[in-house]
């Protein structure tokens, strides 16, 4: 297959051609900043070149307006605004997840809200006896892989068998709606504690540093220096 040819061909035999395309925030708009790759030699065929900016706040009220939302909050994109039916559906979906699965999922947002990059089978499991204090006994790799399988299937992670490499869907991992999946009994503050001493017990240097550092920018110095 050969975008651009397509795209040319396409220009050829009809009056108006449109290439649409999207993309969340994440390492895939690193593209766009490339010269090389199918991606950038498209956008070199476009008569017009556009850049689309963020949605203003009142802009998100509009189409708040336009669809009927009701809810008050700050959406932070213009689809999540639309996508308050599938929340509810993704929450039902996570309530009937075993308790295992469910932490398997708390244990990668804690890594992705201390900035803990990559998201780990190793990391997970070190989590979920260290941090989430889980009581069933022999988590082993394969009930964490299994568990990471059903959290794959049901859409809230994407993660394939042979690789270690777990990636979130941001959705549910980001603001406002990542407050359902955390408990609320729960501290992100006092869970980074007990965080830290887990990198220092298995040895996880890059992690320990990596969460030290979001502290830091997050203006809690007393976090780092401790």
Do not use: W
Request: with cysteine; glycine share 4%; net charge positive.
């Amino acid at each position: 297959m050969n975008p651009p040819y397509i795209f040319n061909f396409l220009k050829k035999i009809s009056r108006v051609c449109v290439l649409a395309a999207t993309c969340r925030d994440g390492p895939e708009l690193k593209a766009v900043n490339i010269n090389t790759g199918q991606l950038h030699k498209i956008y070199d065929l476009f008569d017009y070149k556009f850049i689309l900016k963020p949605a203003s706040d009142y802009q998100k009220n509009e189409l708040k307006h336009a669809i009927g939302e009701t809810d008050s909050r700050l959406f932070p994109t213009l689809g999540s605004i639309c996508m308050r039916k599938h929340f509810e559906f993704m929450r039902e979906r996570f309530r009937q997840l075993t308790e295992l699965e469910k932490n398997s999922f708390r244990a990668i947002f804690l890594l992705f809200s201390g900035f803990i990059y990559p998201f780990t089978l190793q990391r997970i499991k070190a989590i979920l006896t260290d941090v989430l204090e889980h009581t069933i006994h022999n988590i082993d790799d394969p009930a964490i892989r299994t568990s990471l399988n059903i959290l794959e299937a049901n859409g809230f992670v994407i993660f394939t068998k042979d690789e270690n490499f777990i990636v979130p869907d941001a959705a549910y991992i980001t603001k406002p709606e990542s407050g359902f999946y955390y408990p609320e009994n729960r501290s992100l503050q006092k869970d980074y504690v007990k965080l830290a001493e887990c990198f220092k017990k298995h040895k996880d240097a890059d992690g320990l540093n990596k969460l030290a550092f979001s502290q830091y920018n997050n203006g809690r110095y007393r976090f780092c220096s401790d």
